[in-house]
């Protein structure tokens, strides 16, 4: 069993529309998901133009994981960055390990409980992964709650920003747990 909370990267399209509804969220905005995603490909900052632009999905185009995205990529305008990804940034991209939506093979992939939150950067990849799972006949169950990035997180630790989204979600991640625990 496995339990996603909020959604895996999937670094091809950073103009989703969760992106660009929750562009300037002060918790997780676009602009700092992407310096996350650009520190972990390059361990700077560097790309973030070149990600933020959409730039790094031409490296992909016509491959296997533009269809992962379905029709999101209709508004992606792909112009010639004005740097090359290097090969282990290019890697990085398209690595399970890093973006679980990008896997190739679901074979033993537990049941899947994903989370994802209406005020997230990262809602849209959740919708997506919980697709790709199905398709590949995983047991999914996915829940998107109207709440922010962070807010299961913050309904455990006892913060001034715990919302009845986050014990609700909390209690439901309890109740996944005891009905795998029973079946």
């Not at 031409?58 to 992962?68: D, E, R, T, W």
């Not at 890697?91 to 989370?115: C, N, Q």
Request: proline content about 4%.
């Amino acid at each position: 069993m496995q339990i996603l909370i909020y959604s895996p990267f999937q670094f091809l399209d950073f103009n989703l529309p969760s992106y660009k509804i929750n562009a300037a969220n002060e918790i997780l905005s676009q602009e700092d998901h992407i310096d996350f995603v650009s520190l972990y490909l390059n361990g700077s900052t560097d790309l973030t133009e070149i990600l933020f632009s959409g730039n790094h999905s031409k490296h992909l185009q016509g491959s296997k994981y533009m269809s992962y995205l379905n029709k999101s990529t209709d508004s992606v305008m792909y112009v010639q960055p004005p740097t090359e990804l290097t090969s282990v940034a290019l890697e990085a991209l398209t690595h399970f390990k890093a973006s679980p939506l990008m896997a190739e093979d679901f074979r033993g992939v537990p049941p899947t409980f994903i989370i994802t939150a209406d005020f997230d950067v990262l809602r849209d990849e959740g919708f997506f992964y919980a697709e790709r799972l199905r398709s590949a006949k995983i047991k999914v169950k996915h829940k998107n709650y109207k709440s922010f990035h962070g807010f299961v997180t913050l309904a455990t630790e006892g913060g001034p920003a715990m919302t009845d989204e986050g014990d609700e979600a909390f209690a439901d991640i309890v109740e996944y747990i005891k009905d795998m625990t029973n079946s």
